[in-house]
């Protein structure tokens, strides 16, 4: 197998017909002689059209290869604005995206094609909805053959999405160890017994699929040894179709849902000019991209992507994630992809030599990073130095919205009788300090009738 050119994205080396690559921030797919026929197939059974008409499929323009380098063809996809992975999304995500691969191998089927694996990581979220990234995911179908990535789908969406919904919703997290999917003899160990009475049609398709589990390096039987029938086949995705549809998503409340209901030092005055420095800020810079750390119940991310930004909204909590992700398909906001990640431990390199998925930092920086009620929980909750928060802030924003809570706010008060310990260290003065070396700061506003500050911040590394 020829190596990957140079200039290959780090984790694009699994599929020997092709790879990603990027130039000049954008990225393109190169086709080897390999994918020709699977490629011509795509193009002129009338699929890709009927896919990219849904909008189950990136669109592409198609750019002239290099037969030198053994190169068929080149690809510009239509640029997704930003990458997420699996581990990251929502319930609704998850069911979104299986809902999408479903769909896509039922009209690959009509045009004599089939999905030759079930990924979730093919799946990004585009435009508000979920679409498929891989254009060489496509095999001419085989009569009588069973699909054979019913047992990827099984691993990558049936479990993960069981597991959330009938066990505990931040166990999609299992998605950050296990790369290729849920081991699903591990999902049927966590899932409750009850399952198998409660949703017996799904505990079947989680069982048969574990029972196919072999040892390492023994020999898989191939296709030949079972034999499906086409239109047992589509009886097939009707029935794991029916299955995801039917999943609820699951009721699980936050903490942090109503943390803008209560007394948290916000009288309306104070919050009236929080969201009008915001709003201000935002509409001087005009950025293309911004990150909402610690979203909350995205107020300021929706305010942030009515402005016309691509808002990525950022919290720990699942069911704030879900809550968010439902609002802007209710309100058909396709600029707004909320995603969960705890800030204090957010999303790492992983996959092969740490370069298969990209960690968080890797995918900035943003143009602008909000950062509003964050740093004291992250200074006093976790103990990170308010110099090392700082410094996060600067390597993943090219300009920030930071507020800052001193020690005689009373919610900070309360934060450090619960805590305890030695927090000499939290004080304004030291966070300015940490400031200016990394920021010139443009402007800033004590918010009314608090001790709160607002900075608007411009990185010296933009």
Known sequence: MPEPPASAFRGSFRDPSGEVFREGGVYFRRLREAARPAYERLMQSGLYQSLVGEGLLIPHEELAGSAAEGIYKILRPEQVAFISYPYEWSFGQ??????????????????????????AYNIQFHRGRAVLIDTLSFEPYEEGRPWIAYGQFARHFLAPLALMRYRDARLSGLLRVHMDGVPLDLATRLLPASLALRNPTLWLHLRLQASQRRPPGAVDPGPERYRLSRQKLGLLLEQLSSLVEKMAPPQQ?????????????????????????????????????????????????????????FVV????????????????????????????????????????????????????????????????????????????IVRWFARIGKAAIVEFAPPDDTQVQRMLRAHGGDFSGYTQDRFEKALVERFSVLDQVRLPDSHRVLYLLQSHRR
């Open 253 to 309: 409340a936050s903490v942090w849902s109503t943390y803008y209901d209560q007394d948290h030092n916000y009288s309306p005055a104070a919050w009236a000019e929080k969201v009008r420095c915001v709003e201000r800020w935002t509409s001087d810079l005009k950025p293309g991209m911004v990150w909402d750390l610690g979203a909350n119940t995205g107020s300021f991310a929706r305010l942030a992507a009515r402005a016309g930004a």
């Open 313 to 388: 909204a950022l919290d720990a909590e699942p069911g704030i994630i879900e809550e968010i992700w439902r609002e802007s398909a209710r309100s058909g906001t396709a600029n707004l992809l909320p995603l969960r990640m705890d800030l204090a431990n957010p999303s790492p390199a992983l996959g092969w030599a740490g370069e298969e998925r990209l960690s968080l930092d890797e995918r900035g920086p943003a143009d602008l990073i909000l950062a509003l009620a964050l740093v004291h929980h992250l200074a006093i909750s976790n103990n990170v130095p308010l110099e090392s």
């Open 94 to 119: 998850f069911r979104q995206a299986a809902r999408a691969t479903l769909r896509i191998q039922e009209l690959s089927l009509r045009s004599g094609l089939s999905l030759k694996d079930a990924s």
